[in-house]
């Protein structure tokens, strides 16, 4: 039976981390994988993090099953308030607790296929593999909408609009929340008031992926357009990330919030926890508790808030060194949008042979459709970096 299967095409990020670990040399620079790094190269665990899991430690007495299938109603009360602000609509609010943000991406493919199995998903053109391999493996229809300028490095708004007039009553939006993940430009506050004007005339549902709160601009900030949505749209999905914000990636925590009419909400509620039963059965706790811990607890949410300001403001400085060191370099202001991106990620509009010829001459690894993680450089970092994109022609 096994002689079927047929191999798989490899993961490009994987196999760039591969790479990157062969390289024998010590000024090499790891731009590819999306995690956070801090300027020595690692990844900490945060001090919010590490005190809950002490108090977790010390009070739990039982390993069993947690209470709901859907996961801990605390929890996702704790992450409605984070994502949604703390007079979030109860009496619309239906949860799931799910294995990491891709988890809660895949059960809201799955809910809104259960609800409309002929709907068709819109998906950003670019956006996160893994949106369209999730999708292609589910056989789900979907198409892409264009959304960046590759010109100007901004949000391809116009465009934007004008593909998503296409969509139809019951079809599913792909929206990313914040610090779009590969090309880190975003909307204004007023052009995602546009986007949910366009999604409530046409009768669309948006799944709003919030990976990367507080990474951009701030906690409130980064969620204004999501909440925005939330506002305006009678239903919508919302798959929520803890991975990057709380630092805990490998205890793959992640959250999908739906709103609907209150009167739906008894049957959403019980649908989630259908799909976790069908998927893993109960989901895991542990990533889970330290989240609803911090958010919970004054002194540790106080603690939490403030090293993620420290790690945005990290990431918003090399933003800034490398596109003040590029314009020092090429004496123009072509690669200023480096520094109105927001998030880990910026799309730095390489070729693939100016990619490669970075990585062969510099050893600046980087994906080949040349996103690269800001979080991936330090100080001594972004010269190396500047000089290697002007050496490459880009």
Not at 67 to 76: D, K, R, T, V, Y
Not at 95 to 120: C, K, W, Y
């Amino acid at each position: 039976m096994f002689g079927t299967l047929k191999p798989q095409a490899p993961d490009a990020i994987i196999q760039l981390i591969a790479a990157f670990r062969d390289d024998p040399r010590e000024n090499k620079v790891d731009l590819g994988v999306g995690v956070y790094k801090n300027a020595e190269g690692r990844t900490p665990v945060m001090r919010a993090v590490r005190e809950a899991e002490r108090r977790i430690w010390e009070a739990e007495t039982t390993k069993t099953y947690i209470s709901s299938l859907a996961g801990e109603a605390s929890f996702h009360e704790a992450m409605a308030g984070l994502v949604l602000g703390a007079d979030y609509p109860k009496d619309r609010l239906s949860g799931l607790q799910s294995v990491g943000g891709t988890g809660a991406v895949r059960q809201g493919f799955e809910i809104a296929r259960l609800a409309n199995p002929d709907t068709t998903v819109w998906v950003p053109d670019p956006t996160w593999p893994n949106h369209v391999t999730i999708l292609d493996f589910m056989h789900q229809r979907h198409r892409p909408y264009r959304y960046f300028d590759a010109e100007t490095r901004t949000v391809a708004f116009d465009a934007m609009l004008a593909d998503l007039e296409q969509v139809k009553p019951g079809d599913l939006v792909l929206l990313h929340g914040c610090c779009h993940n590969p090309t880190g430009a975003n909307p204004t506050l007023a052009q995602w008031a546009e986007i949910a004007d366009l999604l409530l005339r046409k009768g669309a549902v948006p799944l709003v992926d919030l990976a990367y709160q507080g990474f951009g601009d701030g906690l409130e900030e980064d969620a204004a357009g999501t909440r925005l949505i939330a506002a305006r749209l009678p239903e919508v999905l919302i798959a929520a990330s803890c991975s990057k914000n709380f630092g805990i990636y490998r205890e793959r925590t992640g959250c999908l919030l739906v709103l609907t009419d209150p009167s739906n909400r008894a049957v959403m509620q019980g649908t989630l926890a259908h799909v976790n039963r069908q998927t893993f059965s109960f989901p895991p706790d542990h990533g889970a508790r330290i989240v609803q811990t911090i958010l919970t607890t004054p002194e540790l949410r106080a603690d939490w808030e403030a090293e993620l300001t420290e790690v945005r403001n990290g990431m918003l400085s090399l933003r800034r060194q490398l596109a003040d060191e590029l314009r020092r370099l090429t004496n123009s202001d072509r690669f200023d949008f480096l520094a109105g991106h927001r998030g880990m990620f910026s799309r730095l509009g390489a070729t693939p042979e100016q990619v490669e010829k970075m990585r062969l001459d510099s050893g600046i690894y980087m994906v080949g459709d040349s996103r690269m993680n800001i979080a991936g450089l330090n100080e001594a970092s972004v010269p190396v970096l500047a000089r290697a994109i002007v050496d490459a022609g880009v």
